[in-house]
């Protein structure tokens, strides 16, 4: 009736009973006698007759999830939430997943889901904010901080490292193998590692062009600056915010670099066919090293690329220079 919506729940799975955390408890029955595939079933049926189907589930604060006194044991949603998804993903192609988590969670099923919204940890207006999100009154325009592996088995620590600690004991001695190499940096050194969502990633309900980026100079003293503009477009047609960064890559190096380190972003705010510039203007420091046997940060002279990207994995456009 006009525009009006009827909401239909169904569980689809048990998580925490308990409603407890760090010793408060919420006093809900979250108990529930009936079998993963009873609850299953019945969020099908509901889901199956639905116009539209949203999955609202993640992380909780439960031990070996998003808490703080033990490891996740892996990647996966906890409580078979997998299997939930999957089904309901045969059962509506019209489906959003919603995952509350403070961290990266494996998605087996992301062919087969058309949008996913991260929702990290919202606090007590989450319901609010995220009504805003998915009815559209509000255009999203978040990037990822960090990289969403794809398996478990592509994160550095467990392909390379040591992993997990051994907290019986009073001092938990870590080896870092991979070095500096983390999160995106890795990605880019192993080159076949392909993350589920890169670091820097994001979408919304509008679209961005980037022009071809410019730099004021092409050589530069350790004395100097150097400043790199780009043109952004909104080229969609609602009011949108994108985020560009500003990625340096060092061409060649004494010590090992990775291919290319975020030192810059801005996040720009672009009606409807509206166009801005927006510019990064960095020194030496943003060239430099730290060189562990001197002690220093060091600035080598060479070449460089400062890389312009809407992600970690989406360049949009590189520009030369060189440092005397």
């Not at 939930?84 to 889901?113: C, D, Q, R």
């Not at 380190?261 to 203007?281: Q, R, S």
Request: charged fraction near 25%.
């Amino acid at each position: 009736v006009g525009n009006q919506t009827e909401v239909v729940y169904a569980r689809g799975y048990v998580g925490d009973a308990t409603g407890e955390y760090n010793g408060v408890v919420t006093g809900q029955n979250l108990k529930d006698d009936r079998t993963p595939e009873e609850l299953i079933a019945e969020a099908v049926k509901v889901a199956t007759d639905a116009d539209y189907v949203i999955f609202i589930g993640g992380l909780n604060k439960s031990n070996n999830q998003d808490c703080e006194d033990s490891d996740r044991k892996g990647l996966a949603l906890p409580y078979a939430q997998d299997d939930v998804i999957s089904a309901l993903a045969k059962a509506n192609k019209n489906l959003i997943v919603v995952n509350v988590s403070g961290n990266a969670v494996a998605m087996p099923w992301i062919a087969e889901v058309p949008s996913v919204l991260q929702a990290w940890f919202l606090g007590s207006e989450a319901g609010n904010s995220l009504a805003a999100v998915l009815m559209g009154d509000v255009n999203p325009s978040g990037k990822l901080p960090f990289t969403f592996p794809a398996r478990l088995e592509d994160v550095p620590a467990h392909s390379v490292g040591e992993y997990f600690a051994d907290r019986s004991k009073k001092v938990v001695d870590m080896k870092y193998n991979e070095g500096i190499f983390v999160g995106y940096r890795w990605a880019d050194k192993q080159k076949k590692v392909k993350p589920l969502f890169p670091f820097g990633h994001g979408l919304s309900y509008t679209t961005f062009t980037y022009g071809k980026p410019a730099a004021d100079k092409k050589v530069m003293s350790a004395a100097d600056q150097i400043t790199f503009t780009v043109t952004i477009k909104n080229t969609g047609d609602r009011e949108g915010q994108e985020v560009v960064q500003l990625y340096i890559s060092d061409k060649k190096s004494s010590l090992p670099r990775p291919v290319k380190e975020l030192k810059g972003f801005k996040k720009v705010k672009l009606a409807p066919g509206e166009e801005k510039e927006v510019t990064f203007t960095i020194d030496k420091e943003a060239l430099s090293y730290f060189d562990d046997s001197q002690h220093a940060w060091i600035a080598e002279p060479g070449k460089f690329e400062a890389i312009i990207a809407a992600s970690a994995a989406d360049i949009k456009g590189v520009v030369p220079f060189e440092l005397k």
